[in-house]
């Protein structure tokens, strides 16, 4: 427009003399009115999109903010520009008294948690979002509690980080569902500062099972402390690949060697290539391992060759090629175990800590489940939520200790930094959880009503399947470490068991007797279940 206007005044000869004034007005209108009308079709168009996706979804998402006024100003600045793909947000609860009857924006305050069951009723609200200070597990726990006693469905949501949201980079894609990881959260451990930078800092680091969920957590964690090399070897092509893929862009200019190693813990040529290609190991988590229950009832003989002889291989080839700290990864059901896998990861333990010291500092850490490993229950019970049940639990009484694998994996590099040798360490679980419980509560955090919307059935117990696990014997007693949370378990000075032959074991695995197989891992076991699981069931 001021680009026409000048050409006109030059055209008049530098003047605007008999040039009408109410052209300029005119002009001006219809430019106002181009403007307005096309944001206004803009917004038509956008209520219209609204309009349908309300109509197919058939209602309208309504968001109860709990969090501070602060922190939901903070949000809705954030994310105003994703109304559409939001909802509405028809309320705030906020603990302080004070913040009561005011508004924000244009939307009304509450005080209150202990409200939040009586709003969401009454504004008919569809979805809660966690806002800081009520993301911590505490409080999310409290509101929970509150409307599964009142049995209100409602979807649980969590923002991203609050600096997101301040800055306005919320993306409404990243306001993820409340998980049941975030109600059974502990408080973060902290390891001394310089323990771990010792231990690991300019080391050469190997871990077999790298592609698994422990060992590709232990890989990412060790990238934090800098050793020289992690060697990462595993039997699946994919895993291999995955976990390289993504080591390989998380040490980037960092100068950290990754070396993929393909190979079978089970031969002693392939592992004894993967440790020169690094030149040496200093350090080799070996958390190669079968670990489902059911599944290695039905195929003893891999379980026995991957857990009990892959692990006498891997040790021996470390003792071989100078290694000086060797950590076997175990399990709780090591413990009394009812299982074939329980009892190979038992003899694992012995075949480590009852060597005869050849230079090679030799240790085990024992912990119970770790939430959302490949075939755990979570996953499991969140494939079932999805597809609408039902949801299948093997009984109302089964009990597991849980953590989560980064706090796991933190506590495992922690204790395989501690100077002691031919020892087994033990994470402290906290309190055993029922899987019954867990189940609904996982499906009240999709927003449904267990029994309900989805079915919770209950299948038994498998084959070798306990009720409840444990993490000591009834003759081991535990010493606490310098560290929190690690324990050390007291050398036995009761009878002495008879060795674990390795060329018996392989004797009937080649025979395929797998009945005498269980009698023999069974005698080598202090308070074995393995011939009477019934024992561990209540």
């Known amino acids: 427009t001021g680009f026409a206007l000048v050409l006109i005044y030059v055209r008049n000869g530098l003047s605007f003399e008999d040039f009408p004034r109410s052209v300029l007005i005119i002009t001006y209108m219809l430019l106002l009115f181009w403007e307005i009308g096309g944001r206004g079709t803009v917004r038509v168009m956008r209520e219209g999109r609204r309009g349908r996706r309300r109509a197919k979804d058939g209602k309208e998402r309504r968001i109860l903010l709990l969090g501070d006024p602060e922190e939901a100003d903070g949000f809705l600045r954030g994310v105003q520009r994703h109304a559409d793909d939001l909802g509405r947000v028809v309320g705030i609860i906020s603990d302080n008294q004070r913040h009561g009857g005011a508004k ?61 949201i301040a800055s306005g980079r919320v993306d409404v894609s990243r306001i993820r569902r409340v998980a049941i990881e975030d109600l059974l959260y502990r408080v973060p451990y902290e390891i001394a500062s310089d323990l771990l930078p010792g231990a690991i800092g300019g080391k050469r680091v190997l871990v077999s099972g790298a592609g698994g969920s422990i060992g590709s957590e232990i890989c990412r964690q060790l990238l934090r402390y800098r050793p020289a090399v992690i060697v990462l070897y595993e039997v699946s092509e994919f895993h291999l690949f995955e976990i390289e893929r993504e080591l390989r862009g998380l040490a980037r200019d960092t100068g950290i060697e990754i070396i993929a190693c393909a190979g079978d813990v089970r031969r002693a040529e392939q592992l004894r290539n993967a440790i020169r290609r690094a030149g040496s190991v200093d350090l080799f988590y070996h958390a190669a391992a079968y670990k489902h229950v059911d599944l290695m009832e039905r195929n003893a003989f891999a379980c026995f060759q991957n857990n009990v002889i892959g692990t006498q291989v891997a040790v021996s080839v470390a003792e071989e090629e100078g290694v000086k700290d060797f950590v076997l990864i175990s399990t709780d059901k090591a413990v009394r175990p009812t299982s074939l896998m329980g009892a190979s990861k038992r003899l694992a333990e012995r075949l480590v800590i009852e060597r005869t010291p050849r230079g090679t500092n030799c240790k085990a850490v024992r912990f119970g489940n770790v939430l959302g490993s490949n075939g755990s229950v979570i996953p499991i019970f969140r494939e079932q939520i999805e597809r609408g049940g039902p949801v299948t639990v093997t ?122 197989l269980r009698h023999y891992a069974d005698s080598l076991i202090r308070g074995s279940l393995l011939l ?3 024992a561990a069931r209540r």
């Not at 569809?126 to 209100?152: H, N």
């Not at 930094?417 to 419980?437: H, N, Q, S, T, Y």
Request: aromatic letters at 6%; charged letters at 35%.
């Open 104 to 164: 924000l924006r244009g939307v009304p305050i509450y005080a209150g948690l202990e409200n939040t069951g009586d709003l969401v009723n009454r504004l008919q609200v569809s979805t809660l979002l966690f806002l800081p200070p009520f993301t911590g597990p505490g409080k999310i726990r409290e509101v929970v509690d509150d409307l599964s006693e009142k049995q209100i469905a409602c979807d649980y949501r969590v923002i991203p980080s609050i600096d997101e």
């Open 395 to 516: 009984s109302r009484d089964v009990t597991r200790f849980f953590m989560t694998i980064p706090e796991a994996v933190e506590l495992v590099l922690a204790a395989g930094a501690i100077p002691e040798d031919r020892r087994i360490f033990v994470l402290e679980m906290g309190e055993a959880v029922k899987i019954d419980a867990m189940a609904r509560r996982m499906i009240e955090l999709s927003g449904l009503v267990p029994d309900v919307d989805i079915p919770v059935v209950y299948t038994g117990l498998k084959p070798g399947e306990k009720e409840y696990e444990e993490l000591l014997t009834d003759d081991e007693d535990v010493i606490r470490t310098h560290l929190d949370r690690i324990w050390v378990v007291k050398k036995n000075e009761g009878e002495e068991l008879e060795p674990v032959e390795v060329g018996r074991l392989l004797e009937l695995i080649d025979e395929g007797d797998e009945e005498s």
């Open 532 to 534: 009477k699981p019934e």
